[in-house]
Nanobody, 123 residues
């Protein structure tokens, strides 16, 4: 079983930046894809971004495309979500997720979840 640990959340002003990190430990990651999801206050969890096992393919929701960048350091088993041009509507709990067989874009296919980290963006 892979364990995912997130860190880097916090508060930012609108227009600012934050970087989330997700460190994986335990079972080998093999060819797993890593996804980022978020749950805004009072809303359902939603897909944000994903990166495949090699880092050659990234996917983003329309809400964050052009502002967020997913990356991975496979040597360190660590994954990143760089968030720029933040908006108040980006306020949410952010989760990293591992998907061994898919693209890490569908919540139902996720094999492991991080504990979540709060991101708060003020206007």
């Amino acid at each position: 079983q892979v364990q995912l640990f997130e860190f880097g959340g916090g508060s930012a002003q609108a227009g600012g930046s934050l970087r989330l990190s997700c460190a994986a430990s335990g079972r080998a990651l093999d060819r797993a894809a890593i996804g980022w999801f978020r749950q805004p206050p009072g809303k359902e969890r939603e897909f944000v971004a994903a990166i495949n096992f090699s880092g050659s393919t990234t996917r983003y929701s329309d809400a964050v495309k052009g502002r967020f960048t997913a990356s991975r350091d496979s040597a360190r088993n660590t994954f990143y979500l760089q968030m720029n041009a933040l908006k108040p509507e980006d306020t949410a709990v952010y989760f990293c997720a591992l998907d061994y067989l898919g693209t890490a874009t569908v919540e139902a296919n996720v094999d492991s979840w991080g504990q979540g980290t709060q991101v708060t963006v003020s206007s």
